[in-house]
T-cell receptor, first 112, second 112 residues
Framework: DTGVSQNPRHKITKRGQNVTFRCDPISEHNRLYWYRQTLGQGPEFLTY????????KSRLLSDRFSAERPKGSFSTLEIQRTEQGDSAMYLC??????????FGPGTRLTVT | GESVGLHLPTLSVQEGDNSIINCAYS??????FIWYKQESGKGPQFIID?????DKRQGQRVTVLLNKTVKHLSLQIAATQPGDSAVYFC???????????FGSGTQLTVLP
């Protein structure tokens, strides 16, 4: 499968715990994006990497959120001290020198 | 801030009929538009895109129309099939900005 992959697909955690999600983009895609989607809404942009450099961050990305792409390939998104409002689908997308983005299946986070 | 929105939250069509999904955008500076299809539990799937220097673009069974005068975008699906049932999102972008801004989606239901 050469598409964008995300792990885990589902995560249930208790409020206050830290969680980390992983995204593996399409091979040779230099751009990687994280979005958050709540039920019935379109995805909302969180952050964007070009290679290993994090070039844009949304105001939605609070201090509890951090994203990395250390070698310009896979990326991780960590949420510290999770809150119930963090419950959402976290989507990763990648692209190669174009705006056209290909999305992964997402990680569904539930904070109890 | 400016946003992308959809006229109708739900659309039901008979199998074999044509479907038209509409989208209004408010950022007149946007120069790239894209339609995604999202099935339950999956990430958005690219359908077709169009740049602002074009009025129409056709794909396989799909056509996107862009009217910059009234800031309106539409997706036409020919001979709608049961597999077309999903939520459809339009999204806009400034190519320099890279990030996509999504609308809230239209649920398309294909009736047998």
């Amino acid at each position: 499968d050469t598409g964008v992959s995300q792990n885990p697909r589902h995560k249930i955690t208790k409020r206050g715990q830290n969680v980390t999600f992983r995204c593996d983009p399409i091979s040779e895609h230099n751009r990687l994006y994280w979005y958050r989607q709540t039920l019935g809404q379109g995805p909302e942009f969180l952050t964007y990497f070009q290679n290993e450099a994090q070039l844009e961050k949304s105001r939605l990305l609070s201090d509890r959120f951090s994203a990395e792409r250390p070698k310009g390939s896979f990326s991780t998104l960590e949420i510290q001290r999770t809150e119930q409002g963090d419950s959402a689908m976290y989507l990763c997308a990648s692209s190669r020198d174009r705006v056209e983005q290909y999305f992964g299946p997402g990680t569904r986070l539930t904070v109890t | 801030g400016e946003s992308v929105g959809l006229h109708l939250p739900t659309l039901s069509v008979q199998e074999g009929d044509n479907s038209i999904i509409n989208c209004a955008y408010s950022n007149s500076a946007s120069d790239y538009f894209i339609w995604y299809k999202q099935e339950s539990g999956k990430g958005p799937q690219f359908i077709i895109d169009i740049r602002s220097n074009m009025d129409k673009r056709q794909g396989q069974r799909v056509t996107v129309l862009l009217n910059k005068t009234v800031k309106h975008l539409s997706l036409q699906i020919a001979a709608t099939q049961p597999g077309d049932s999903a939520v459809y999102f339009c999204a806009e972008s400034l190519e320099s900005a890279r990030q996509l801004t999504f609308g809230s989606g239209t649920q398309l239901t294909v009736l047998p």
